[in-house]
């Protein structure tokens, strides 16, 4: 009977399911090769200002798979997170966007550009993080007050004395921090009051539909208008159409990234 049972089970599991499972065990594989075999390529996209001109850039990681071609990162990062990966590859991600500042630290049509970079909860948690975006800036000579780390709400929830030390830490090298996907997580303002912030990025979700929902609208205003109060830069992301732009200039946003600016590309693509 219990056989049978486990036959039955067998029959109801979903082929799809087994596939998912390969596939993870396949990523996990893959993703320790990946490093070595140099797999990793840093996208750029633009940050733009009011007055259409570049003033930084965000990296986005992407991996070329040499058989299923580019996998974009919400496929494997919650992999890299699980597995532990993330803090070796997101060191790389740190050690590129720095060696590519300090690069265009030398150009005058690049010297003032800053390099957003994403930082996963894993990787920030680290007791050595601070040490490692220090070790980052002083192997490529890049100039620390042209770097933003991306953070996430859920990451600021922890604990917020070690979280508020490292940020001070980094932020006394001239460090930035931006909270990425704002308005999506669970932060506290009196939490966020206490951390050393330079922005707040308007998640895409609240940009999307801006022009018709008019929830939408309201919460991109609140975070413009918090923004404001705190002294902290606001930039909307997922800005694809000057309809978008323009209201959301209107409604005091002053710094946007976005498919209307600039898909992210590869550096070679990337026109400033
Ligand atoms: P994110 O940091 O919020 O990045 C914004 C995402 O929106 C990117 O997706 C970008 O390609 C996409 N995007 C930009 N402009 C537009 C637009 O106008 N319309 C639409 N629909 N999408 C737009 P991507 O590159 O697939 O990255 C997804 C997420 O993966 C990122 O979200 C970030 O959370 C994570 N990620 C990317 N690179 C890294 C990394 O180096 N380290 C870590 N830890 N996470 C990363
Ligand atoms: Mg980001
Ligand atoms: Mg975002
Ligand atoms: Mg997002």
């Not at 939490?191 to 609240?206: R, T, V």
């Amino acid at each position: 009977k219990a056989k049978a049972a486990g036959r039955n089970r067998v029959c109801f599991f979903d082929p799809k399911m087994q596939t998912d499972v390969n596939t993870k065990a396949e990523i996990i594989q893959e993703l320790y090769t990946a490093i070595s075999n140099e797999q990793f390529e840093l996208y750029y996209q633009k940050q733009i200002d009011d007055h259409g001109r570049a003033i930084g850039v965000e990296v986005l990681l992407r991996w070329c798979h040499p058989v299923k071609g580019v996998i974009s990162p919400a496929q494997f990062i919650p992999i890299a997170e699980d597995t532990g990966l993330i803090v070796p590859i997101g060191q790389w991600v740190l050690q590129q966007a720095c060696q590519t500042l300090a690069r265009w630290a030398k150009q005058s049509a690049t010297e003032a550009l800053t390099i957003a970079v994403n930082i996963s909860a894993i990787q920030f948690n680290k007791n050595n993080f601070v040490q490692t975006v220090l070790d980052a800036l002083h192997h490529t000579g890049a100039n620390p007050h042209h770097l933003k780390l991306e953070l996430t709400e859920s990451m600021l929830v922890s604990d917020i004395a070690d979280i508020k030390t490292k940020m001070s830490a980094l932020q006394q090298h001239g460090v930035m921090f931006s909270i990425d996907d704002f308005g999506t997580g669970y932060s506290s303002l009196f939490y966020l009051k206490q951390l050393p912030l330079n922005q707040l990025k308007i998640d895409q979700a609240f940009v999307r539909d801006i022009l018709v929902d008019d929830n939408d609208r309201a919460i991109a205003q609140s975070v413009i208008t918090l923004s404001q109060s705190l002294k902290l830069e606001v930039i909307a992301e997922g800005v694809e159409t000057q309809a978008q732009r323009a209201l959301l200039q209107s409604m005091g946003c002053n710094v946007y990234q976005g498919y209307f600016f600039g898909k992210p590309c590869s550096i070679d693509e990337l026109e400033i």
